[in-house]
C-alpha cells in the first residue's frame, strides 16, 4: 500500500488551525453563547425544563438572565448560581463541550502566533548573522591573497606558511559561497534577502574572485611554481566546481535580472581561471 503523506499533513492540527483567525474563532464562541442564550430563554417557559432562576415574568429580564448563564457556561466558569432542568442539561452539555473546544483552538492560536513570532525573529538574527559573516569573511579572504601578492611582488617567492594561508583562504572561500545559495530559499527571502542585500552578496564575490584572479596572474609573470602544489591546485579545482554550482540560481533566479547577470559574469570568471591555471602549466 502506498503512503500518502500529503494527506496527513492536511489533516494535521496545526493544518486545520490554519483555516481559521483568532477574531474568527472569538466570534464563533459569541455566536454560540448567544444561541444557546435564545434556546434557554425559549424553554424558560417550558416547565421542568428551562433554567431555574428564570422566573421573572419580564421577558427581556428573563433574556438577560438567559444570556448571563450562557456565558458562564461558555467560559466553563460554573459558579452554580443558575441550574439547568430538563432538556436545558442536554444543551449546558452541549454548549459546555463546543465553547471548550472553540476556547482550546483559540488558545492554541494565539499560542502559535507568538511562537510564530518568536521563530521568525530568530530566523531575521540567524540570516543577518549568516549574511554579514559571509560578506566578512569574504573580505578576509581578499586580504589573505593581498598579503600573498604583496609577498610575491616583494620576494617573488612564497614561503611554506605563505602557501598554506593561500590555501586556507581558498578552502573559506568554498565554504562561504557554499552558502550563497541558501539566500534563495523561501524563508530567507520572506525575511532580510532583499535586492539590496544580493547586490552586496553578489560584489562581495565579484571582488573576490577578481583578486583571486589577480593573484594568479601574477603568480604566472613572476614564474611562481603553482602547479608543484598539488593540495593548493585541489583547493582552486574545487573552488570552480563550487562556484559553478551555484547555477541552481538559473532555477530559483536572482532577485533582480541584472544580478543575475552579474552572477552569470562571476560564472564566466571561472572559466578565466581555468585559462590562467593552464597557462601555468
Not at 37 to 57: F, M, R
Not at 135 to 142: A, S
Not at 198 to 212: F, K, N, Q, W
Not at 239 to 257: A, C, Y
Amino acid at each position: 500500500m502506498t503512503a500518502r503523506p500529503s494527506a496527513y499533513t492536511e489533516n494535521r492540527p496545526e493544518r486545520l488551525l490554519d483555516n481559521f483567525s483568532s477574531g474568527g474563532l472569538f466570534l464563533g464562541w459569541v455566536l454560540i453563547t448567544l444561541s444557546f442564550a435564545v434556546v434557554y430563554w425559549l424553554y424558560a417557559g417550558v416547565p421542568g425544563n428551562g433554567l431555574e432562576s428564570l422566573t421573572s415574568t419580564d421577558p427581556l429580564a428573563r433574556f438577560f438572565e438567559a444570556i448571563y448563564y450562557s456565558v458562564i457556561v461558555g467560559t466553563t466558569t460554573g459558579l452554580g448560581d443558575i441550574a439547568p432542568h430538563g432538556i436545558s442539561r442536554l444543551f449546558t452539555a452541549l454548549q459546555a463541550i463546543a465553547s471548550f473546544v472553540l476556547l482550546a483552538m483559540f488558545v492554541a492560536k494565539f499560542t502559535m502566533h507568538r511562537q510564530e513570532k518568536v521563530l521568525n525573529d530568530i530566523r531575521q538574527l540567524s540570516l543577518d548573522s549568516s549574511f554579514h559573516s559571509i560578506r566578512n569573511g569574504l573580505f578576509i579572504v581578499r586580504k589573505d591573497i593581498d598579503i600573498v601578492i604583496a609577498r610575491v611582488l616583494e620576494s617573488r617567492n612564497l614561503s611554506k606558511k605563505d602557501w598554506m594561508n593561500f590555501k586556507a583562504a581558498l578552502r573559506q572561500m568554498q565554504i562561504y559561497i557554499k552558502h550563497i545559495p541558501n539566500f534563495y530559499s523561501k524563508t530567507a527571502k520572506a525575511h532580510i534577502f532583499d535586492i539590496d542585500h544580493e547586490l552586496l552578496l553578489i560584489d562581495s564575490l565579484e571582488r573576490t574572485m577578481s583578486r583571486l584572479l589577480e593573484g594568479i596572474d601574477i603568480f604566472r609573470t613572476h614564474d611562481i611554481e603553482l602547479l608543484s602544489h598539488e593540495s593548493v591546485m585541489r583547493e582552486l579545482r574545487a573552488l570552480i566546481h563550487q562556484i559553478e554550482n551555484m547555477s541552481l540560481h538559473e532555477k530559483q533566479k536572482t532577485l533582480d535580472p541584472e544580478n543575475h547577470e552579474a552572477l552569470q559574469e562571476i560564472l564566466t570568471r571561472t572559466e578565466e581561471l581555468r585559462v590562467h591555471l593552464k597557462a601555468l602549466g
